[in-house]
C-alpha cells in the first residue's frame, strides 16, 4: 500500500489508519458491543492488510479495553508487524477526571502495560478541550508529555482534539509534531481546514478522524439522524440529503466519497477510520477503489453548508 510521510517525523504511514474506539464497547457512541474475539480479530485483520498505522486511546471503554484487546492481538501476532505504527493517547482518570502531569504519566505506564510495548513511536493528548486543570501550567500535562518525550519513551508528541483553537493552542508550543482533529474536515464541514493548513506549513503531521462525521455520511442521512454525536442542525440535514442525492445519480456510494474526500486531500498524511469486524478493513480498502468522477466533486462542493457544529 502507498506510504505518506507524516509530515517531519519522517514516519511513513498508509493513507488510512484503523481507529480502535468501535472496539471498546462505547455503546453511548456506537450501540453495540464487540467481544474479544471479535475485536483481536479486527486487529489481525488490520496486521493482514496492508494498512501499517493503528490509533488507541487510554480512555477507550472501561479499564482500558481498546488497549488491551491490540494488546491481546500483538501477543496473539508475535508482536507488531515490521514498519508497524501505533499510536496511543494520554487520557483523564476516567473517575476523577484528574489531568495533571502525574496523571499524564500514570497514562503512560497503564498504556504500555496494556498494549506490552516499551516505546510508542507517537503519543497524543486526547481531547485537551475538556480538560479541568491547565494543561500548560508548570507541572501540568503539556510538561509531563515533554518529558516522556525526551526520556525516550515516545518519539513525537500529537494533538489529538475536536477544538481547533485548543489544538493551534498546543501546537504553537512547538512541542508537537503532528495534529489529530476529528469530524471537522468531511464533506460536510471544513472547520479544521485552516487548522490544516498550518500545519501542514509548519511541516507538521496531519491526521484526519472521523471523516463520516460519527456516521452519517457512512450510513447516510436517513438513518444516522446525528452529527459528530449530537443532533445536526436543518443546514448539515439538508447538505446532506442533497450530497447523497448527487452521489446516487452519478452511482457512487456517498460512503467512498465521504472517505475520498479526506484520503485525496493534499492537507491530510493519514485519515482515521473506525472498524468493528474484521470484514470491514477489507470494505474500506475497496472504497478507496470506487471511480468518482470530477463532476461529482465539483457537485459536492457547491452543496457544503456554511453551519459550524
Not at 488497549?67 to 499510536?87: C, T
Not at 505506564?109 to 498494549?115: C, G, I, K, P, V
Not at 450510513?219 to 459528530?228: D, L, M, R, V
Request: charge should be negative; include cysteine.
Amino acid at each position: 500500500m502507498q506510504r505518506n510521510t507524516l509530515g517531519k517525523t519522517g514516519i511513513e504511514v498508509s493513507p488510512l489508519c484503523i481507529g480502535t474506539s468501535p472496539l471498546a464497547n462505547m455503546g453511548s457512541l456506537y450501540g453495540y458491543e464487540v467481544t474479544d474475539a471479535r475485536a483481536v480479530a479486527t486487529i489481525r485483520s488490520v496486521f493482514d492488510s496492508g494498512i501499517n498505522f493503528l490509533d488507541t486511546s487510554n480512555g477507550y471503554g472501561e479499564d482500558g479495553i481498546a488497549e488491551r484487546r491490540v494488546g491481546m492481538a500483538i501477543r496473539e501476532n508475535g508482536g507488531l508487524p515490521d514498519d508497524f505504527i501505533l499510536q496511543t493517547k494520554v487520557d483523564p482518570d476516567p473517575e476523577t477526571r484528574d489531568y495533571s502531569g502525574a496523571r499524564v504519566r500514570a497514562s503512560v505506564e497503564e498504556s504500555l502495560d496494556r498494549l506490552g510495548i516499551e516505546h510508542l513511536p507517537i503519543l497524543a493528548l486526547h481531547d485537551p478541550e475538556f480538560m479541568e486543570q491547565d494543561g500548560f501550567a508548570p507541572g501540568g500535562a503539556l510538561e509531563a508529555l515533554v518529558a516522556i518525550r525526551d526520556a525516550g519513551i515516545a518519539d513525537h508528541l500529537a494533538v489529538a482534539s475536536g477544538s481547533v483553537e485548543v489544538s493551534q493552542r498546543y501546537l504553537d508550543t512547538g512541542e508537537f509534531d503532528v495534529v489529530l482533529n476529528h469530524n471537522r474536515f468531511t464533506l460536510l464541514n471544513r472547520e479544521a481546514q485552516g487548522l490544516f493548513e498550518r500545519a501542514r506549513a509548519a511541516g507538521l503531521g496531519v491526521l484526519n478522524a472521523a471523516p463520516y462525521g460519527g456516521g452519517m455520511l457512512a450510513k447516510g442521512p436517513e438513518q444516522q439522524p446525528k452529527y459528530c454525536y449530537d443532533e445536526r442542525d436543518d443546514a448539515f440535514a439538508d447538505a446532506a440529503f442533497a450530497m447523497a442525492e448527487a452521489c446516487k445519480r452519478a452511482g457512487v456510494p456517498l460512503i467512498a466519497a465521504a472517505l475520498q474526500f479526506s484520503v485525496r486531500s493534499p492537507l491530510v498524511d493519514s485519515t482515521v477510520v473506525g472498524v468493528s469486524r474484521p470484514e470491514r478493513v477489507g470494505q474500506t480498502l475497496d472504497l478507496l477503489e470506487v471511480q468518482i468522477p470530477e463532476s461529482l466533486w465539483e457537485e459536492l462542493e457547491t452543496l457544503v453548508p456554511d453551519a459550524r457544529i
